[in-house]
């Protein structure tokens, strides 16, 4: 028996008369109705702004330090100055674009719509996310406008709380605030999940989308805090020349990175599993076919949150720490890479003998395996002792996780952006342009990374400012590449734009696709569903009679 | 579990009470989603602190004895008394709580003004205890000065203690603001047994304010509490 | 709504369970029981704790999930702690017998 197909919302206006249904989109004008909304669907868009904003702040960086490094000689900025650089890079990508892009725009989107809800737990405190956000965005603003920081994102003490002439407390600051602002959502997002699914909806019928971002949650939850009290010493001891983590007075430097790095590994995986999630999605409804080994996909997601809190000293093999314990922790680090390769495997297996089309949310689904296959491979080299001490801090590093997180994490979130956008705006976007967009982000990126793990290899160090000529090509390329990723990137920004005003009407499910999200209008009600639906059929039931009953295009060949 | 309310006319009862927010179907669902709210929130509290109970017992096993010392000089009849009090204060904000399922309007005025009141005495007493080591030079900075071996190791004892009993004690400050902007609505009788949501969340942050500092006192100032 | 409502006794009690071990742990600190000292100092706040969680928190009448949110949390505390002081407590140990450590 079929879910309560809401097959009135697809007859009530069709895309050809034009009539524009009430949405969520034109429930309200005006400035008022955006900046004190409640609706989770208004709240995405906000932060859909925001995170933009500063990924194009974190990719300028990113541009200059490019641009440095196309010579051997230090000869663009002061040394001093590309430190700040790469520290500005850091913090504005990993804290206010990584970490929230996906929960914060997704997972506020599509949450309550996949589990049947109206809206989040808490709407209020999702809008007080919002505004937090912004707030930690401006103390790092007011950090960056006055010159920086340069500690590099970690951090590190003594630079940090004491060596360093730069603005940490202030960016310290914004990381910390922005941190409630990320813990707000993962407790929004947790009970949602656990007191808000529609009749029927139980837990094995949840999307994995779901069960990615309830892992995220957790994380969130579990993990922040402590980045936010690590941060909070730093700038006490700075402030206060206290000695916590000053070797002088009797403190313990490697404490500091303890703390720090319980944070920031969890982290990795609060930006890589919603993305994980998204890859869910896009395979399924790209290949027509249910996740093949769901249960194993769901609990692979419980399994890295869990095991991610239980490897961070892979950080610090060189650091000093304890031999034994680096032992564990590597050990421990290989075992996280279980569940992340079920994850692949599970995908893999779900394309097998599906029904696959090449629509663009595919290409970045497709392109996330293969490139997040390789990040996470090279993890597990570095996991290895042997190897960390001839690779840790040079380029091999620096592309390891480049990899990951562009890779994987912003793949991820352009094919989820590009999947969805017809259901957040009701518009279809330029196939043409779109899929070429995928293609120079996939050449660009693979140009810029893959020479970095050479590099790193041959031993070039990395957040240096200058580098041996012989290192000079490989450079060159990588900074090419980049520029040929920029374009990839910003080329969505024009189209998407353009699409909300000119872009052909999708109609409400123009993949075809199977979810709750997509048994309503395109884009929904405010209050996302005129009935609550009752949920009788597993997670993507695809079948082709189904599918051809659902899309309301049937004929049109979409983005 | 989620609702199983599906038609908005079916479940008009619970549609018709002012406390029910409009993404919830009852107010059932939406009590258990505000406590499992602030329980998710008390985590990040526990990790919060967490991180500084951690910096503590690594540097109280490195530094044994100067820690001992350091300790010396906390007084422990105020630190014990100041337990008493906050438990004291626990059981009040409970019987607030108590109070608003007995459906006794006064009496949850009465027991959230008291445990504000304890929260004073508290705050009194840490301030005394403060100015103490104000005097004794025992305030890390320029004029800490302490007698003995390894001064500097007992700066980070003193560190750790600012900062962990004046976290703590921010939270109380915060706790009781919160407590006392209940006591309006409480008195114009918005909490009865129907409807307690906010009591029982601020009860449960208070609870968890006195949990940390059950732990606080026996590290900070039991240390050295044996003669030597 | 079916919601349990503790009784003032119980309160009480735990009111003055609570003040009694407090005492305790103060008459405790004051001998010398040398290691034993930090381990009984914890186990009371232990004790009192979960006093505090289970009634006046009311854990003990709230649903599996508040349980477990709440182990969850100490859990996560006992990791981060447990862990980070492995590393503090092997640092320099060496298997060999190599003279200078």
Redesign the interface.
């Known amino acids: 028996m079929d879910t309560t197909a809401t097959v009135s919302d697809t007859t009530l206006a069709s895309p050809e008369t034009g009539y524009e249904r009430p949405n969520y989109l034109n429930a309200a004008y005006g400035m008022r109705s955006w900046l004190l909304t409640r609706d989770h669907k208004r709240i995405a868009i906000l932060y859909l702004i925001s995170v933009s904003v500063f990924f194009a702040l974190g990719s300028l960086f990113a541009l200059l330090i490019r641009l440095e490094l196309l010579t051997p000689e230090g000869d663009m900025v002061q040394p001093d100055t590309y430190n700040r650089l790469f520290t500005m890079h850091g913090v504005v990508m990993v804290f206010f674009f990584l970490i929230p892009a996906i929960p914060a725009v997704l997972g506020n989107f599509l949450v309550p719509l996949m589990i049947g809800a109206k809206d989040l737990a808490f709407p209020k405190l999702n809008l007080a996310s919002w505004y937090v956000y912004n707030l930690g965005g401006i103390f790092t603003l007011w950090s960056i406008v006055h010159g920086g920081v340069d500690t590099g994102w970690t951090f590190y003490a003594p630079l940090s709380t004491q060596y360093s002439n730069t603005y940490v407390i202030s960016a310290a600051l914004g990381v910390f605030i922005n941190g409630f602002s990320t813990i707000f959502t993962g407790m929004n997002f947790i009970v949602t999940i656990h007191r808000m699914r529609a009749p029927g909806m139980t837990w094995f019928r949840l999307p994995l989308f779901i069960w990615s971002h309830y892992a995220t949650s957790l994380i969130i939850v579990l993990g922040t805090p402590v980045i936010a009290i690590t941060l909070l010493l730093v700038a006490a001891e700075r402030l206060l020349h206290l000695g916590i983590f000053d070797p002088r007075l009797g403190g313990d430097p490697i404490l500091f990175q303890h703390l720090f790095w319980f944070y920031s590994h969890p982290a990795v995986y609060i930006m890589i599993l919603p993305a994980m999630g998204v890859i869910s999605e896009l395979v399924a409804a790209f290949a027509r076919k249910r996740v093949f080994g769901y249960r194993f996909v769901a609990f692979a997601s419980i399994a890295i949150a869990v095991l991610g809190f239980l490897v961070w000293g892979h950080h610090m093999f060189l650091a000093g720490q304890s031999i034994y314990l680096s032992t564990i922790f590597s050990i421990l680090s290989m075992l996280v890479a279980v569940p992340s390769a079920i994850k692949v495997f599970n995908w893999t297996a779900t394309l097998y003998e599906g029904s696959i089309s090449y629509q663009t949310p595919m290409l970045y689904a497709l392109g996330f395996i293969g490139l997040f296959t390789i990040g996470g491979l090279t993890g597990t080299m570095i996991a290895t002792l042997g190897i960390d001490v001839h690779v840790h801090d040079t380029y091999f590093i620096v592309a390891h996780f480049h990899y990951i997180m562009v890779g994987g994490t912003i793949m991820a979130y352009m094919g989820g952006l590009h999947y969805w956008w017809p259901k957040i705006s009701g518009r279809l976007y330029p196939a043409f342009l779109s899929r070429l967009s995928a293609l120079l982000v996939f050449v660009g990126f693979n140009l810029t990374f893959l020479p970095q793990f050479v590099l790193g290899y041959l031993g070039m160090p990395r957040r240096y400012w200058s580098y041996p000529p012989e290192f000079q090509v490989l450079n060159v390329l990588s900074t090419a590449g980049a520029s040929i990723l920029g374009v990839g990137y910003v080329l969505p920004l024009f189209y998407f734009i353009w699409s909300m005003r000119y872009g052909k009407r999708s109609g409400d499910n123009p993949w075809g696709a199977i979810g709750l999200e997509w048994d309503t209008p395109s884009p929904p009600p405010t209050d996302n569903f005129h009935t609550i639906p009752v949920v009788t059929r597993p997670p993507y039931a695809y079948n082709e009679q189904e599918v051809h009953d659902r899309t309301s295009h049937p004929e049109a060949r979409v983005g | 579990m989620a609702s199983t309310t599906m038609e908005p006319e079916a479940d008009a009862a619970a549609h018709h009470h002012p406390a029910l927010q409009h993404q919830f179907d009852s107010l059932e669902q939406q009590k258990e989603s505000s406590t499992l709210g602030m329980w998710l929130f008390l985590v990040t509290e526990i990790m919060f602190f967490g991180g500084l109970f951690t910096a503590y017992v690594v540097y109280r096993r490195t530094f044994q004895g100067v820690f001992a010392a350091a300790s010396h000089h906390l007084d422990v009849t105020l630190g014990a008394i100041n337990t008493a009090v906050l438990i004291f204060s626990s059981l009040t904000v409970a019987l607030a709580i108590w109070s608003a399922q007995m459906n006794r309007r006064k009496g949850i005025v009465f027991f959230l003004v008291l445990t504000i009141l304890l929260g004073g005495v508290f705050l009194g007493i840490k301030t005394v205890e403060y100015s103490h080591k104000f005097h004794d030079n025992l305030v890390p900075g320029p004029n800490f000065h302490f007698d003995g071996p390894s001064p500097e190791k007992a700066e980070i004892f003193f560190s750790l203690y600012f900062i962990m009993t004046g976290l703590h004690a921010l939270h109380m400050i915060i706790g009781m603001g919160v407590l006392a902007a209940l006591i309006r609505p409480a008195w114009k009788g918005r909490y009865d047994a129907s409807y307690y949501n906010p009591l029982e969340c601020t009860g449960l942050y208070w609870h968890f304010v006195d949990i940390v500092w059950i732990f606080l006192f026996p590290l900070l100032y039991l240390l050295g509490a044996h003669a030597r | 709504?079916a919601?349990h409502?503790?009784s003032?006794k119980l309160?009480?009690a735990?009111?003055a369970a609570?003040?009694v071990l407090?005492?305790a742990?103060?008459a405790v600190?004051?001998?010398?029981l040398g290691a034993l000292?930090d381990v009984v100092?914890?186990a009371?706040?232990v004790a009192?704790?979960l006093l505090?969680?289970l009634f006046?928190?009311h854990v003990r009448y709230?649903?599996r999930?508040?349980a477990l949110?709440?182990m969850?949390?100490?859990l996560?505390?006992a990791?981060?702690?447990f862990?980070?002081?492995?590393?503090?407590?092997?640092?320099?140990?060496l298997l060999d017998d190599v003279p200078g450590k």
């Open positions: 709504m919601e409502v503790t003032r309160y009480f735990i009111f609570l003040m407090t005492a742990t103060v600190a004051k001998i010398d000292n100092a914890m009371i706040a009192k704790a505090v969680l006046f928190m709230s649903t999930l508040t949110t709440a969850g949390g100490f996560w505390l990791i981060l702690i862990l980070t002081m492995t590393d503090y407590l092997t640092r320099g140990v």
